[in-house]
């Protein structure tokens, strides 16, 4: 029986769908729900509305994205692993999130391997520094010397506490030497905007939601 579907290309979750429940009734036979564990305006929330459009228009059955935020992407992926195991409540999510949240969060309410069925990957999105214009520097190296003339003056916006985008800034703080704030948002987008509007000053984000924006990217 297909079960739940995570963190993937729906044109492989098509197909699967399709091969699980063909031998009992035609899929989908009702409307489809992409859970978006993260808030509106992000990569995960872009990917999930382009590719439900193509579904809707390829199934001939509306796919609608539901973005249920908090803890990470935790309540989200909660609510999908407790729906029904019928194919038609698929999460898509970052898979940094799936990963890194179970050694995070003591007392995650699912289980990554055990409630969801893996299908494939939508995109590979790579992450990229931004800064607003106003800190005084034009490439990584500058940016480096900088935070380490100012120690602790900078402030690095991530869209959640324990996602990606904070551990890669704390894996590039610990490997340069420097130092800087963390500023949590309840989504990326949120995040970009405060960078792009002077509110903070460093980012790393997902190149597909943050891409153009009055930031300098490097």
Known sequence: MFKKLAYSTLIGVALTAVTAVQA????????????????????????ARTIGQKLTESWGQPV????????????????????????????LSDVGALAIN????????????KDFSPVGMVSYSPH????????PVNNVKELIDYAKANPGKLNFAISG???????????????????????????GSQAVADVASGQANVIMNGMLATYPTNAAWF
């Open 161 to 187: 506490t324990g996602g990606a985008p904070h551990l890669a800034g704390i894996a590039f703080a610990q490997r340069t030497g420097i130092k800087w704030a963390y500023i949590p948002y309840k989504g």
């Open 64 to 91: 609608v994205v539901d973005n249920r935020a908090g803890a990470n992407g935790n309540v989200g992926a909660d609510h999908v692993a407790k729906s029904a195991p019928d194919g038609y409540t698929l999460l």
């Open 24 to 47: 009992q009734t035609a899929f989908p036979a009702k409307a489809i729900r992409i859970v978006v564990p993260f808030a509106a305006g992000g990569t995960s929330d872009i990917l």
């Open 128 to 135: 990229a520094f931004g800064v607003h214009p106003s800190v």
């Open 102 to 113: 179970p050694s995070v969060y003591p007392n995650i309410p699912y289980d990554v391997v």
